[in-house]
């Protein structure tokens, strides 16, 4: 059976989406971008500040929870409170992260247990709560938001890059084991994206203020940085009807291949 193809800005129609982390950057634009598709979308951020302000622009088709992630207890809670809310849940977005900086040896404990705890720990455990739901529906869809980091990582982002990794490798291992059930588990490894804590974070580094327009083509090659709408365009694709075979892919939205790469040597 071929499924009717939506029509545009209705691609995600009455579909009810759980997005961790979107009070800002990335997550705020899948978010968004969800609502003007269709879709009921509840916004989570670990302070009520931070995303109450979107729904109350967005209005009755977004609502809001609140949890650290680094809380063991706050997974199962949000995915109830999503259902409890809006009667069901279709799709989970696993979208915040921490993305702690430092090699091997600046990362001590502490450091290593919170990333571990946000990047791949809560991911898993919010699948975990969500599965009972799917399959009360015959189905449902989970979208990992990764990193290009996850094939090796930069240097300065040992931990980070190695929760990415293992994130990848739960997505594929998920898509195979429940894919029966009608669940399909997919990742978008994200590249280098302009939000605006990116665009803070390097000009407390010593950027100047217009570093963005700035950038040699070996980084960007088109010209400009991925933006959140570029990922939240093809989030909709991975939870809308149009990919209802696709499981277990892994899409690398980058402006330049991983592997063989060969930059273009400017000075």
Known sequence: MTLPVA??????????????????????????????????????????????AHVLQLGENSSYVTGDLENPEVPARIIEQTVAHFGRLDALVNNAAVMTRGRIEDTDEEAFDRTVAIDLKAPFFLIRSALPHFRKQGGGRILN??????????????IYSVCKGALMTLTRNLADAHAAEGIRVNQINVGWTLTPNERALKQSEGLPEDWPS????????????????DI????????????????????????????GRNPTKEF
């Open 7 to 52: 029509s545009a800005g209705a691609r995600l129609k009455d579909k009810i989406i759980l997005v961790t982390g979107s009070a800002t950057g990335i997550g705020e634009g899948m978010a968004r971008r969800f609502v003007r598709e269709g879709a009921r979308v509840m916004f989570h951020d670990r302070r009520d500040d931070a995303v109450a």
């Open 145 to 158: 938001i990764g990193s290009m980091n996850a094939y090796c990582g930069e240097n300065s982002m040992c």
């Open 214 to 229: 700035r950038l040699p083509t070996a980084f960007a090659p088109a010209g400009r940085l991925l933006s959140p709408d």
């Open 232 to 259: 939240a365009a093809a989030a909709v694709y991975f939870l809308s009807d149009e990919a209802h075979l696709v499981n277990g892919a892994v899409l690398d939205l980058e402006q330049y291949p991983m592997i």
